[in-house]
């Protein structure tokens, strides 16, 4: 049975395809792939400006300012002004938004809203990346 594999890579991978990234070496147990799939995985300086010309993202960030009657509940977000995406690690103090009360800074936007080091949102695009390879897999009739 074949195997399709959807993958992302870093700038700091050094390498920009299944090729460079040595991916059927690195994979070789998972072998034979019928497809495979490599995109690059944008940094929170360009997941935050992505996320923020959204239409909707005022209410997002909205959300999780709610008052809630549940003092477990209570939670805030508002946008860091220290934050700067060429900062050197911890000169910034935390991520773009300061959080309270989400557990462990584990947020579905994380890491633009949540823990920098979560990365629920890149997790996100890699299943989108999933289902249009499953997808045009399907359409092509294999």
């Known amino acids: 049975m074949s ?5 992302s890579h870093a700038d700091a ?14 994979l070789d147990a998972l072998a034979p792939f ?3 799939s490599l995109r690059r995985q944008l940094p929170l300086a360009e997941l935050l400006p992505m996320m923020e010309g959204l239409a909707h993202w005022p209410s997002i960030v909205s959300a ?4 809630s009657h549940r003092p477990s509940w209570r ?7 220290r934050w700067r995406a060429n900062c050197s690690e911890g000169a910034c103090a935390g ?5 309270t009360g989400i557990l462990y800074g584990n947020s579905i936007f994380a890491p633009v809203i949540g823990s920098p ?5 890149p997790m996100l695009m890699g299943v989108q990346q999933c289902l249009e390879l499953i997808e045009e897999q399907d359409a092509a009739g294999k």
């Open 95 to 99: 991520g773009p938004y300061n959080c």
């Open 13 to 26: 991978d050094g390498c920009d395809s299944a090729s460079t990234c040595r991916v059927h070496q690195r």
């Open 34 to 36: 019928a497809r495979v």
């Open 3 to 7: 195997c399709t594999q959807a993958l």
């Open 117 to 121: 080091s979560v990365q629920s949102l």
């Open 64 to 67: 999780y300012n709610r008052a």
């Open 75 to 81: 939670r805030s977000c508002v946008r860091n002004p």
